[in-house]
């Protein structure tokens, strides 16, 4: 089975700071990555999604980039928020409709 | 705004009832999944379908049925809830492997809180 892992499982920060989640899969041949963002209670929101010919995808201030040789993504948030506090998920999407998705990081930005 | 629809927000059953969870999505999406979420375990995969009356056991089917009857609905079965069923449970959509893009990947519903009591 695919292993998808999140580096750190937890994250508190001052408001402002800019900071990077990691993820980390055991598989090179993905067909795409997706970060998520889930509030507690709710489900999961699409933040960004990158293709395995794709090196970076960015919105707004996230930017979420992939190595697939090394089998790495980030997710790099700018000038963090309050309201930025949230559990962020990757999933991997490989051939026949796999999708395998981390444990998530937990973010606290404190004001 | 495209998106997947789970019929119930929150739902209280009793032991041994047989309840039906709904999601219909309106993106036209071949495949549907769906998922428990629980403290600690993160996202399980129930069932998925990757087409219509087509079916597939995921991680942890025991317990639990589907149904899908047509492309954009996509039913969870609990035969006969149990306690250990109390759980998240979360709906998705999406194209076939290789197909997404940036605006039409893995979509999920908002979920529903099921507490079998």
């Known amino acids: 089975k695919q292993e998808v892992t999140q580096i750190p499982a937890a994250l508190s920060v001052p408001e402002g700071e800019n900071l990077v989640l990691n993820c980390s899969f055991t598989d090179s041949a993905i067909y795409n990555l997706q970060w998520f963002r889930q509030d507690p209670g709710k489900g999961l929101t699409s933040l960004l999604l990158i293709q395995s010919s794709q090196r970076e995808q960015t919105s707004g201030r996230l930017n979420a980039s992939l190595d697939k040789s090394s089998g790495r993504s980030t997710l790099y948030i700018a000038a963090s928020q309050p309201g930025d506090s949230a559990t962020y998920l990757c999933?991997?999407?490989?051939?026949?409709?796999?999708?395998?998705f981390g444990s998530g990081t937990k973010l606290n930005v404190k004001p | 705004d495209v998106k997947v629809t789970q019929s119930s927000r929150y739902l209280v059953k009793r032991t041994g009832e047989k309840v039906f969870l709904e999601c219909v999505q309106d993106?036209?999406?071949?495949?549907m999944f769906w998922y428990r979420q629980d403290p600690g375990l993160g996202l399980r995969l129930i069932y998925f379908?990757?087409?219509?009356?087509?079916?597939e056991k995921g991680d942890i089917p025991e317990g639990y049925s589907v149904s899908r009857e047509k492309k954009e609905r996509f039913s969870l079965i609990l035969e006969s809830a149990s306690t250990n069923q109390t759980s998240m449970y979360l709906c998705?959509?999406?194209?076939?492997?290789?197909?997404?893009?940036?605006?039409?990947?893995?979509?999920f519903g908002s979920g529903t809180r099921l507490t079998v009591v």
């Open positions: 993106m036209d999406h071949e495949n």
């Open positions: 998705a959509s999406s194209l076939p492997s290789g197909q997404s893009t940036l605006n039409y990947g893995y979509t």
């Open positions: 999933a991997v999407e490989y051939n026949f409709n796999k999708f395998y």
């Open positions: 379908s990757y087409d219509v009356k087509m079916k």
